[in-house]
């Protein structure tokens, strides 16, 4: 009847991430620097770029997207 979750703590390099997800670990302890270093590829950056552009290309979509949050955040209230 008892319940637990796998934590992978300290988690020094990018690829220990990898391996922690892979074996299953619900939950991470990963400093910043790593985080960053997991974002700083060269692939994310050039995908990032690409929805910029893409995103920047149809100004029509963050007009839908800022009233559809404006919306959420007065029935909120």
Request: aromatic share 6%; charged share 30%.
């Amino acid at each position: 009847g008892m319940t637990s979750e796998i934590i992978a703590a300290s988690l020094r390099h990018p690829e220990h991430v990898i391996s922690a997800a892979r074996l299953g670990c619900e939950i991470a302890t990963t400093p910043a620097k790593v985080l960053r270093q997991m974002l700083d590829h060269p692939l994310t950056t050039a995908g990032a770029e690409r929805f910029r552009k893409d995103w920047e290309s149809r100004p029509e979509f963050g007009e839908w997207l800022r009233g559809l949050t404006e919306k959420r955040l007065a029935a909120s209230r």
